[in-house]
């Protein structure tokens, strides 16, 4: 048995032995589903675009950028389907194991995956609202209408600029998934950090929390962050790779 068979097997016992698992999720669960992240040096976005893109200011500014950048990316994100570490999530909490996700991503793939108790911290591009009476319309809708010439695409009830219901620099989290994910984390007993390096503010304040409520930490993640220390499992690898081997023996342990 190798090093990382080991570890899933540490993994899985930690699951089965906690009452109160939560998972806080990031870009690295995505980028295995074919979504790019921000920062990974080469392949980032940061390193391609000018963030004012994704900024609020810029946004208002001239809204036709976001969306030439948005069409770039759609075929991406529309063809980008859940990974095994988003499928086993969801099967822990199918298995009553994990009382919820708290994710930093925007894609949705958690709820494709099957997960139920999802709280997006920075909103969702499934959607977008209405700058000026907060009507939600359905992205796929409003990239529709992009294509077809649209930028920017407004609002067919008042003619309000259309904006992803997703955080853009300078705005403000959404309340109720970030009061949620304070409250998941000061009862959990195991948390779990899945492709986040935790460098992202506020979300990299939750293993804090948690470690104060005198919760185990375990962190599956390529790259080393600020927690690695107050962990009682890191595992230093893809996270979608690993969830693979984890399933198994969550499946072989669950049927035994």
Request: charged letters at 20%; a negative charge.
């Amino acid at each position: 048995m190798n090093n990382l068979d080991d570890k899933a097997k540490e993994f899985i016992n930690l699951i089965l032995s906690s009452t109160n698992v939560v998972a806080l999720t990031g870009a690295g669960i995505s980028t295995e589903s074919g979504i790019p992240d921000y920062r990974s040096p080469g392949t980032g976005l940061w390193g391609k675009m000018d963030q004012s893109v994704v900024s609020l200011d810029g946004f208002l500014r001239d809204p036709t950028r976001y969306y030439s950048y948005a069409l770039e990316l759609y075929p991406v994100r529309q063809s980008a389907k859940p990974n095994p570490a988003h499928y086993l999530l969801a099967e822990f909490e199918k298995k009553e194991l994990l009382k919820g996700v708290i994710t930093q991503n925007v894609d949705g793939l958690h709820q494709d995956a099957g997960s139920g108790n999802v709280h997006e911290l920075h909103g969702s591009l499934r959607q977008a609202v209405c700058l000026d009476c907060s009507l939600l319309y359905p992205m796929d809708s409003v990239m529709k209408r992009v294509i077809s010439g649209e930028n920017p695409p407004l609002c067919k009830e008042c003619s309000g600029v259309l904006k992803p219901n997703a955080v853009f620099f300078g705005e403000m989290l959404p309340h109720v998934p970030w009061e949620r994910s304070l409250e998941l984390t000061r009862k959990t007993d195991l948390f779990l950090v899945l492709g986040s390096s935790l460098q992202v503010s506020p979300a990299n304040m939750l293993p804090d929390v948690a470690l104060r409520a005198g919760t185990k930490l375990v962190i599956i993640n390529l790259t080393p962050t600020p927690y690695d220390r107050d962990a009682v499992l890191i595992i230093r690898d893809k996270v979608g790779d690993f969830a693979s081997l984890a399933l198994q023996y969550f499946r072989s342990e669950v049927h035994t």
